[in-house]
């Protein structure tokens, strides 16, 4: 293979790295300025709930299960309640009962509000994570080494 196609390689595999990291902004872009803002209480998991799904597909049905949790925050002197989906936290026994977590609310309307580290963890967030994780690990330190190197014609 050729500088150029190398060249050419890297430069789609940093514009990946760019696109999923743009991509991972946008999803998590309300709770980070909430967050950056000051629009953030702590809160406390009051409940847990693990239920049992029943999931229909191309095959035959199958149990999968749902990790809930219940968390109780404070604005102003009014209890709100935020409910998140808690799966992979949960189900390996991370979160419990009585456990401190982050809420990020809306500063118009501190009803409406996420856990922090639910947001930002999602799991598309995670899966593109590691994707500009890959990118950038891979990408970056070649770009160093090859951006004062000039094109040459034998290459």
């Known amino acids: 293979m050729s500088t150029a196609q190398k060249r050419k390689y890297l430069k789609y595999t940093l514009a ?3 696109l999923c990291l743009f991509i991972i902004l946008l999803l998590s872009g309300s709770v980070l300025t909430g967050f950056i803002n000051g629009n953030c209480a702590s809160g406390t998991v009051v409940d847990k709930q693990v239920y049992i799904e029943q999931t229909r597909g ?5 149990q999968s299960q749902l990790h809930e949790i219940t968390v109780e ?10 409910y998140a989906n808690a799966h992979i936290y949960s189900g390996i026994g991370l979160i419990e009962e009585g456990d401190n977590l982050t809420v990020v609310y809306s500063a118009g309307n501190p009803a409406q509000a996420e856990v922090l580290s639910y947001a930002l963890y999602s799991p598309m967030v995670s899966i593109l994570g590691y994707v500009t994780f890959v990118c ?17 014609d034998e290459d």
Do not use: A, C, E, I
Not at 58 to 62: E, N
Not at 73 to 82: A, E, K, M, P
Not at 136 to 152: A, C, D, M, Q
């Open 16 to 18: 990946t790295g760019w």
């Open 58 to 62: 191309t095959g035959s049905p199958r």
């Open 73 to 82: 925050y404070q604005v102003g002197g009014d209890t709100y309640r935020v």
């Open 136 to 152: 950038f690990l891979v990408g970056l330190p070649r770009w160093l080494l090859w951006r004062s190197k000039p094109l040459t």
